[in-house]
């Protein structure tokens, strides 16, 4: 009997809980500090501005806390707003299963006792949403240990907007209404011509 509860204990484990070694988010400490700086005023375009991220160890943690660093992944992120109605966005406590940064901004060694700078072009399939960034601490196994981010705890503040790339280009629309203009022009030469025509071809009174 105890070996069948235990059998069913350890199924119900493997059913419902977190897989074997899966890095849960909540149980990573804040040890990073992360800020992401953008143009003011405006809303930033894919494929044509940038942001600028630092991050670095806080100066508040302990010495040695960062004794397993290897390296320091950066990445953009969806907040609350961002998510609402699009599951394929969706938060989830498994690292391995979270949705919420999809878009990898740079990868580096981690440098102990060294603010990083790194200005990323937004790339142009970054679609239209609200973001912000999240740097991980990594160890050498590729574990996440650590994480920072730029906004706080519940995702609202310090956040920043990105407008995806429509696809058009100024140059394209000048040639387009160049385009138009010349088959304007054509077509108003063309009727103007065939009414002269018309009178020549027209017969004359005696």
Request: proline share 4%.
């Amino acid at each position: 009997m105890a070996s069948k509860l235990l059998t069913a204990w350890i199924f119900i484990c493997l059913m419902f809980g977190p897989a074997y070694g899966a890095v849960l988010f909540s149980t990573l400490p804040r040890t990073l500090t992360v800020t992401a700086t953008t143009k003011k005023g405006s809303v930033l375009k894919a494929g044509e501005d940038a942001v600028k991220v630092t991050w670095g160890l806080n100066t508040t943690i302990p010495a040695g806390t960062d004794s397993k660093y290897s390296k320091v992944v950066v990445k953009l992120c969806f907040p609350p707003v961002s998510q609402e109605e699009r599951a394929w966005r969706k938060t989830h406590d498994e690292l391995n299963k979270d949705k919420t940064c999809m878009f990898k901004i740079v990868e580096r060694a981690y440098t102990k006792n060294k603010q990083e700078t790194y200005e990323w072009e937004i790339e142009r399939d970054v679609p239209t949403a609200t973001y912000f960034v999240r740097a991980y601490a990594v160890d050498s196994k590729g574990d996440e240990v650590a994480y920072g981010q730029s906004t706080n705890s519940k995702k609202t503040s310090n956040l920043f907007d990105i407008e995806a790339i429509t696809g058009r280009h100024t140059s394209i629309d000048i040639a387009a209404a160049c385009f138009s203009a010349f088959s304007v022009v054509t077509l108003f030469i063309f009727f103007y011509a065939e009414k002269r025509k018309g009178k020549k071809s027209s017969p004359q009174p005696n």
